[in-house]
């Protein structure tokens, strides 16, 4: 069964409003998580390390102020699109590492954002 | 910047034959790798790992190489299924957990 859990698996939101994505380790804990976004028929893109009880640490090119991510315990990670565009539209995917030295990466189902 | 990239964007396959799908990377400093597979609308699914003290390892029906001389890696899925139709990236990492991935492959199996 999935480790990695995330919600909402799809959401349309307007154009200027706000959307968040949690991203949540069922049965471990997760210091550091990671959310990529992935473009159609493209890789998938990390935009930023999130950081349980610290900030997140953004990719270049990846505005901090837009992508708001929040590590506030560790099971539970949220990406919070902030006045949501049409190009923002993408699937977000975030992942967890399961040990200490990172080697155990597992992955969410990801999140399609629709922005109209 | 460091990168990892594939060099076939698309391979068509028959069913029951051999596949094989091509990697290269540019991060000498990488020290472990993984495949993924990735069906449309999903997230990433882990198929097989290797780090760079090995050049081969070998699961269920898949095979990993690496070639560090080259910097290149390759995953090999012997009797292609219906099933195995699907988008594979290999990403590297050479921190804990922070991956970078190639541009990917979509496999097509033919009956």
């Known amino acids: 069964g999935a480790v990695v859990s995330q919600h909402p698996s799809r959401v349309i939101c307007k154009s200027g409003t706000s959307v968040k994505i949690e991203c949540r380790s069922l049965d471990f804990q997760a210091t550091t998580m990671f959310w990529y976004r992935q473009f159609p028929k493209q890789s998938l893109m990390l935009m930023a390390t999130?950081?349980?009880?610290?900030?997140?640490?953004?990719e270049q090119g990846v505005e901090k102020d837009k992508f708001l991510i929040n590590h506030a315990s560790l099971t539970l990670s949220t990406l919070t699109v902030t006045s949501a565009h049409p190009e923002d539209s993408s699937f977000y995917i975030c992942?967890?590492?399961?040990?200490?030295?990172?080697?155990?990466?597992?992955f969410g189902e990801g999140s399609w954002l629709t922005v109209v | 910047g460091e990168s990892v990239g594939l060099h076939l964007p698309t391979l068509s396959v028959q069913e029951g034959d051999n596949s094989i799908i091509n990697c290269a990377y540019s991060n000498s400093a990488s020290d472990y790798f993984i495949w993924y597979k990735q069906e449309s609308g999903k997230g990433p699914q882990f198929i097989i790992d290797?780090?760079?003290?090995?050049d081969k390892r070998q699961g269920q029906r898949v095979t990993v190489l690496l070639n560090k001389t080259v910097k290149h890696l390759s995953l090999q899925i012997a009797a292609t299924q219906p099933g195995d139709s699907a988008v594979y990236f290999c990403a590297e990492t050479g921190t804990a957990s922070k991956l970078t991935f190639g541009t990917g492959t979509r496999l097509q199996v033919t009956l």
């Open positions: 290797i780090r760079s003290n090995m």
């Open positions: 999130s950081n349980e009880g610290s900030k997140a640490t953004y």
């Open positions: 992942s967890a590492s399961r040990s200490p030295s990172g080697n155990t990466i597992y």
